[in-house]
């Protein structure tokens, strides 16, 4: 696994793998720098909740960087922080929260330019483009479509789109599938442990994304 701190180009991602045919991007944290908006919403939701929370933005960010929603709840339902309210309840104020959020930013507040550029290359180039996210389809396709991204991807699989999720590596396969590709023909872009994790056990190539500064 190669680390990479800036964008790579589309020759660097071509020596990776000189059989590239698809690349398979994270959504948050990799394609969009999303996490602090993540743990901003989920902070808000959760001071609301909770009279006397007091993690902060930050801690909320380090402590579930690239974890599920799901993760997130259980975390707090198990301390006894969350009464009877539903993983379902919990994900619909949540995500309301990150929309309002990411309504109030601009475009360039939430990509990189090096990153655009890096999907147009691909796009000339006829690689394919998927999108495989543990994020809930109410708030990818709502991003995706703020940043004018949708038509980019050739597919698009949410956290809903296969009865398993990252760490486990049956969503980038699921990807593989739909485009009719073998293992060595795609190469994966992913930030987090359980991407990471994802990525590895998938038997793809992947490299690790640090251009959003997370370590």
Same mark, same amino acid.
């Given at each position: 696994? /190669?680390?990479?701190?800036?964008?790579?180009?589309?020759?660097?991602?071509?020596?990776?793998?000189?059989?590239?045919?698809?690349? *398979?991007?994270?959504?948050?944290?990799?394609?969009?720098?999303?996490?602090?908006?993540?743990?901003?919403?989920?902070?808000?939701?959760?001071?609301?909740?909770?009279?006397? *929370?007091?993690? /902060?933005?930050?801690?909320?960010?380090?402590?579930?960087?690239?974890?599920?929603?799901?993760?997130?709840?259980?975390?707090?339902?198990?301390?006894?922080?969350?009464?009877?309210?539903?993983?379902?309840?919990?994900?619909?104020?949540?995500?309301?929260?990150?929309?309002?959020?990411?309504?109030?930013?601009?475009?360039?507040?939430?990509?990189?330019?090096?990153?655009?550029?890096?999907?147009?290359?691909?796009?000339?180039?006829?690689?394919?483009?998927?999108?495989?996210?543990?994020?809930?389809?109410?708030? &990818?396709?709502?991003?995706?479509? /703020?940043?004018?991204?949708?038509? &980019?991807?050739? !597919? !698009?699989? &949410?956290? /809903?789109? &296969?009865?398993?999720?990252?760490?486990?590596?049956?969503?980038?396969?699921?990807?593989?599938?739909?485009?009719?590709?073998?293992?060595?023909?795609?190469?994966?872009?992913?930030?987090?442990?359980?991407?990471?994790?994802?990525?590895?056990?998938?038997?793809?190539?992947?490299?690790?994304?640090?251009?959003?500064?997370?370590?």
């Amino acid at each position: 696994m /190669q680390k990479w701190l800036q964008v790579p180009k589309i020759t660097d991602l071509k020596q990776l793998n000189s059989k590239l045919r698809a690349c *398979f991007w994270d959504m948050d944290g990799t394609l969009i720098n999303t996490e602090r908006l993540h743990a901003q919403a989920a902070h808000s939701l959760l001071s609301q909740l909770i009279p006397a *929370f007091s993690m /902060q933005v930050d801690e909320l960010e380090e402590k579930f960087y690239g974890e599920t929603e799901s993760f997130v709840y259980s975390f707090f339902k198990q301390k006894g922080f969350l009464g009877d309210m539903d993983l379902n309840q919990f994900l619909e104020q949540k995500n309301r929260s990150f929309l309002g959020l990411i309504s109030q930013c601009q475009a360039q507040e939430m990509i990189s330019p090096d990153v655009l550029q890096l999907l147009r290359d691909l796009k000339k180039e006829k690689i394919l483009l998927a999108l495989v996210t543990s994020s809930e389809r109410e708030i &990818t396709y709502p991003l995706l479509e /703020q940043l004018e991204l949708t038509s &980019t991807f050739d !597919i !698009i699989l &949410t956290r /809903q789109d &296969t009865p398993k999720n990252k760490p486990h590596p049956l969503p980038y396969l699921t990807a593989l599938e739909k485009l009719k590709l073998n293992v060595g023909d795609a190469l994966i872009l992913e930030d987090s442990p359980a991407g990471l994790a994802a990525a590895h056990a998938s038997g793809i190539r992947y490299l690790k994304a640090n251009w959003y500064s997370h370590s």
